[in-house]
């Protein structure tokens, strides 16, 4: 299956990258970091993840494991993609927020499936009773 690639940004346009991400399956959240940054990801894997600029303009935050870097730009703050190491995932992904994909279409956005998940109960496997408020 060949896989459509997007180019993506922050807000002030620092950070630029390209993916070809599986949108197969996106994710929305309610655990801490997913509902305060309100983030709608989508996963790609290293190799399908092209830094195009602003590799000096990002600061990693790590919350809790070292295999989970958030990666914000220190000029706008946005959140475009993160990268983590799990291995009940397959191992190492870069997680990209959709919303900082160029050039995407409405259509396309409304056609994407959203797998929800429970992290504030730690039942990630489960859907949260709300999901509606992600």
């Known amino acids: 299956m060949s896989l459509k690639q997007y180019k993506g940004s922050c807000l002030c346009?620092?950070?630029?990258?390209?993916?070809?991400?599986?949108?197969?399956?996106?994710?929305?959240?309610n655990c801490t970091t997913c509902w305060k940054l309100r983030l709608w990801y989508v996963r790609a894997k290293p190799e399908n993840f092209k830094?195009?600029?602003?590799?000096?303009?990002?600061?990693?935050?790590?919350?809790?494991?070292?295999?989970?870097?958030?990666?914000?730009?220190?000029?706008?703050?946005?959140?475009?993609?993160?990268?983590l190491n799990k291995p009940q995932l397959g191992g190492e992904i870069v997680s990209i927020s959709v919303v900082c994909l160029d050039g995407v279409s409405d259509e396309e956005l409304a056609g994407f499936p959203v797998k929800y998940q429970d992290g504030r109960n730690n039942t990630w496997w489960l859907e949260p009773k709300n999901k509606d408020l992600l």
């Open 51 to 83: 830094l195009l600029s602003g590799e000096d303009n990002l600061t990693d935050f790590v919350l809790a494991s070292e295999a989970h870097h958030q990666l914000f730009c220190k000029t706008c703050g946005v959140h475009a993609f993160h990268r």
């Open 13 to 29: 346009g620092a950070v630029k990258f390209q993916v070809s991400p599986d949108f197969s399956e996106t994710g929305k959240c």
